[in-house]
RNA sequence: GGCGGGUUGGCGGAGAGGUUACGCAGCGGAUUGCAAAUCCGUGAAGACCGGUUCGAUUCCGGUACCCGCCUCCA
């Protein structure tokens, strides 16, 4: 199987080849621990859990090595923190704890590793030292900058040179850079914000550098993919290829960049700053279930904005019951080889999708179970929703009872009574549905016993 | 201002230089006492203007509009 991938830094798809195709290695941008994830956070997380997937699929489930950080060192955090009472420590494990429940719910396998800045800071301090002695960094007050005109290649990843960037630019001032670009690498702490004793002082370091540092200690100094949002392409990802391409020369850190597009909302990208977001507790909390969230997400090519609906939702929904009815008791089959084509052609999920409702119509249910679970759908343990709990005994009898009745009112042509009946179980969520063989039955969401026993 | 992405049928959303995307909705039919479910069939597209080509929605150029990045952000 041959897996193309859209190559940011190269703007072409590129075949995919790994360095190592027994150990594949892969890094995406994780949270900065503070909050809630909201639903644009989630994109990636399912994107490329999904692209996880898909590599263990076709490398070896033991083949892949997969890490994402927590960013728990920021002056978000240190700002809530502040205006909470609460330890640094609280908050972040707090929302770590958040973070994977809400990604567990839709079906996002935890990665290999999920390093926390923190536990990096010695890592990150060698690697500003480095950078300082091959003379791509200076110290300055307390600060160390990455001097950008010191690496020739930078702004390569974004398209833009360092003088068209300062042309336009709304960079931070400040009289100790030796160029307005350049940016921090550590920084000084007063005595209420977390510090760390280094060379240059007590101080924490910038944005930038975890990155650079843990990709370095738990993939090696090149690697396979690194992914995130496109909206850290620049500056994020631009310094993080400065960083660790000055430290480690010799290499040539992530071969393929992937950038996925933003999620939007009434035509603007969801975002805090901007305040249009919600978060997926949100989503889950009013009972969309993780499984149809994953759906809506894959169900646009990750490099295009994709709005988020409520009608996506619903469709969603009804396609998942639909194959998940399908699907039951069956034991999944191998992955179906034009799915895999598809989905292998730079995560193409959306087409892939188009491929399960190929198998669907085609009433492989083998096939589209082993296919879906590599989109991370139709897992076992993600399928509660859809199924809703078993009737008891006492409403089994009455629903027989009113079937009985209804087809009693057919025989005497009863139809005004026949017809009642049809719809007070559509109101109550009992489906049925008339075969050659009788009626069968079956309930659904929302199911109401009281609005079925008005009926007797 | 600089850089990047987009514009597909009623809605969502893919691929491919020439043949049905697909899903939802619609329409017609089968079935039904009427429905639901199911099955069969079906209409409908590619912002605008040029160019290349035997042929472009697909490639190239331009125009318009939309979005993102350039500041924390997935």
Request: proline share 5%; aromatic share 8%.
């Amino acid at each position: 199987m041959t897996i193309r991938l859209h190559n940011t830094k190269t703007r072409t798809k590129e075949v995919f080849k790994p360095i190592d195709p027994s150990n594949v290695r892969m890094y995406v941008c994780g949270p900065t621990v503070y909050d809630r994830a909201h639903l644009g956070n989630a994109r990636p997380v399912v994107v490329f859990d999904t692209l996880f997937r898909l590599l263990r699929e076709v490398y070896g489930t033991g083949c892949v090595t997969y890490a994402r950080n927590f960013t728990d060192v920021d002056d978000k955090i240190n700002d809530r923190a502040a205006a909470t009472g609460r330890t640094i420590r609280d908050i972040t494990d707090e929302t770590i704890g958040w973070y994977h429940a809400d990604m567990d719910a839709l079906g996002a396998l935890r990665p290999t590793h999920e390093p926390r800045a923190t536990d990096f800071i010695g890592q990150m301090i060698d690697m500003i030292g480095t950078l300082i002695e091959r003379g791509h960094a200076y110290a300055a007050e307390g600060h160390v900058m990455f001097e950008v005109r010191s690496f020739a290649e930078y702004g390569a990843l974004s398209g833009r040179s360092v003088d068209d960037m300062i042309a336009g630019a709304r960079v931070e001032v400040a009289p100790f850079k030796r160029d307005p670009m350049d940016f921090v690498l550590w920084k000084p702490s007063d005595a209420v914000q977390p510090g760390w004793d280094s060379p240059w002082g007590r101080g924490r370091p910038g944005w930038h550098i975890e990155c650079s540092a843990m990709s370095y200690e738990l993939l090696g100094a090149a690697f396979d993919i690194h992914a995130g949002g496109i909206d850290l392409q620049f500056p994020h990802h631009e310094n993080e290829i400065a960083q660790s391409c000055c430290s480690h020369p010799e290499a040539g850190f992530a071969n393929i960049w992937l950038h996925n597009e933003m999620l939007m909302v009434e035509g603007r990208k969801m975002s805090k700053s901007l305040g249009n977001f919600f978060t997926v507790r949100d989503l889950l909390d009013k009972g969309v279930p993780g499984e149809v969230v994953r759906f809506v997400l894959l169900s646009t090519h990750y490099a295009r904005p994709m709005d988020w609906t409520a009608e996506k939702a619903e469709q969603a929904s009804a396609t998942l019951r639909k194959w998940r009815a399908l699907a039951e008791g069956v034991e999944p089959s191998a992955p179906d080889a034009t799915f895999l084509s598809v989905l292998s052609d730079d995560l193409n999920t959306a087409g892939a999708i188009a491929e399960l409702h190929r198998l669907a119509a085609a009433g492989d249910a083998a096939g589209l179970v082993a296919s879906a679970r590599i989109l991370g759908l139709l897992l076992p343990d993600l399928g509660d929703w859809a199924t809703v709990a078993g009737p008891d005994a006492e409403v089994s009898a009455l629903i027989e009872a009113l079937l009985e009745a209804r087809t009693e009112a057919r025989k005497a042509r009863d139809f005004a009574r026949a017809d009642a009946l049809r719809d007070g179980f559509a109101a109550a969520g009992v489906v049925v549905k008339d075969t050659a063989t009788g009626a069968e039955w079956s309930l659904a969401p929302g199911f109401d016993a009281e609005k079925l026993k008005a009926l007797v």
